[in-house]
């Protein structure tokens, strides 16, 4: 579960539950695309400070439940995300680039939402594993790390 992050002056505990469709709604994700995705949102942790928390696609559609800083605004966060994500599905799966039209892989929209520590965090990951018909858990952090 999420932790308590420690900085030099302050502690934070920042989650949010990210929503972002697929260009025109498109059912992009497949085996291919959603292994690039993981592989890509554990990448993005190494680099900046950002925690995937859980990571889940629907056929159009993707949730993340991410822990991150406040220097990191949301729209940062979003920004960030969506066009790493995007460059490398485009570039290790070229036929999604074909489904979309050689357009863009994210829709402009997301869905965005803050996630209480102390009592919804579950609550949040329950919901985003029903929302849809199709949910796919791609990753779930429950390592515990020593530092």
Not at 87 to 93: G, I, P, T
């Amino acid at each position: 579960m999420s932790e308590y992050v420690h900085k030099s002056h302050n502690v934070t505990v920042l989650l949010y539950h990210l929503v972002f469709p697929a260009k025109y709604r498109r059912a992009v994700f497949d085996e291919q695309v959603d292994e690039v995705l993981r592989e890509v949102c554990l990448e993005i942790e190494k680099r900046y400070e950002v925690k995937f928390i859980e990571i889940g696609v629907d056929k159009d559609h993707v949730h993340f439940l991410v822990r991150s800083v406040p220097t990191y605004s949301v729209t940062k966060l979003v920004k960030m995300i969506k066009s790493l994500t995007a460059k490398e599905v485009f570039r290790r799966c070229p036929q999604v680039k074909q489904k979309l039209w050689g357009g863009e892989f994210w829709s402009d929209g997301y869905f965005a939402s803050t996630v209480g520590k102390h009592g919804n965090e579950g609550m949040i990951a329950n919901y985003v594993k029903n929302q849809g018909n199709e949910y796919l858990k791609l990753h779930r952090d429950e390592q515990l790390t020593l530092f």
